[in-house]
């Protein structure tokens, strides 16, 4: 198993473009999620979903959208860059929603907004 | 409202000494309490979690963490620490209120100095 992956590893955009992070699994993990690491401020929930075709919001989802139209698939997108947004993203999954497991990281994408 | 606290920013050890990295949580109800590590350029990897049972819990690479429930702390230790133990390491609670959400600290940088 690949396990989660990523892409692109990095990213420069220029104030308001928009762009897609891609996330993808091969596990048939139910649970999908979009973290945003920045220092200092630990890993911070953007998205999430718990199964293919609903997604919520988590605490920091102002800016970005995203959709779940396969299990295996959890893109995540800018809609209008902003340097607020310069981060390293995460995505992660996890078996089936409520079980409590661990979850399971990609490796992330450093993203820079000029 | 939920909450997890790292309150070292980074923790300095000698090989072969033992090791302590502290967590404390704020949270309503039975936390589920998780270690995390990540290596420099990668994503998260799980390490041990807490759920029910034994206070004393036994993860990978020959960490284990103390659940202390009357300090609210679930302190992550290892009794000889190595080189290879050098990285950033997250404490995270499940958010009681959604299943699968993570709550996480800070984070604390480990450096084991041989």
């Known amino acids: 198993n690949a396990g989660v992956t990523q892409t692109p590893k990095f990213q420069v955009l220029k104030t308001g473009q928009s762009m897609t992070l891609q996330c993808a699994q091969d596990m048939n993990h139910e649970y999908m999620s979009w973290y945003r690491q920045d220092p200092g401020m630990g890993l911070r929930l953007i998205h999430y979903s718990v199964g293919a075709g609903i997604t919520d919001q988590g605490e920091v989802p102002n800016g970005y959208n995203v959709s779940r139209s396969t299990t295996e698939d959890f893109p995540l997108r800018l809609l209008s860059a902003a340097p607020s947004q310069t981060s390293v993203y995460f995505c992660?999954?996890?078996?089936?929603?409520?079980?409590?497991?661990?979850?399971?990281f990609g490796p992330g994408t450093r993203l820079t907004v000029l | 409202a939920q909450s997890v606290a790292q309150p070292e920013d980074q923790v300095n050890v000698a090989e072969g000494n033992p090791l302590t990295v502290k967590c404390t949580y704020s949270?309503?109800?039975?936390?589920?309490l998780f270690w995390y590590v990540q290596y420099p350029n990668r994503g998260l990897q799980f390490l041990l979690k807490?759920?029910?049972?034994?206070?004393l819990v036994k993860g990978s690479y020959g960490f284990e963490a103390e659940f202390n429930k009357s300090q609210t702390s679930f302190h992550l230790k290892k009794p000889s620490a190595l080189v290879s133990d050098s990285a950033l390491y997250f404490c995270a609670v499940r958010d009681p209120n959604n299943t699968d959400k993570l709550i996480f600290g800070t984070g604390t940088r480990l450096q084991v100095f041989p």
């Open positions: 807490y759920i029910t049972g034994d206070n």
């Open positions: 992660a999954s996890s078996r089936k929603p409520g079980l409590a497991g661990e979850q399971f």
């Open positions: 949270v309503s109800g039975n936390p589920y």
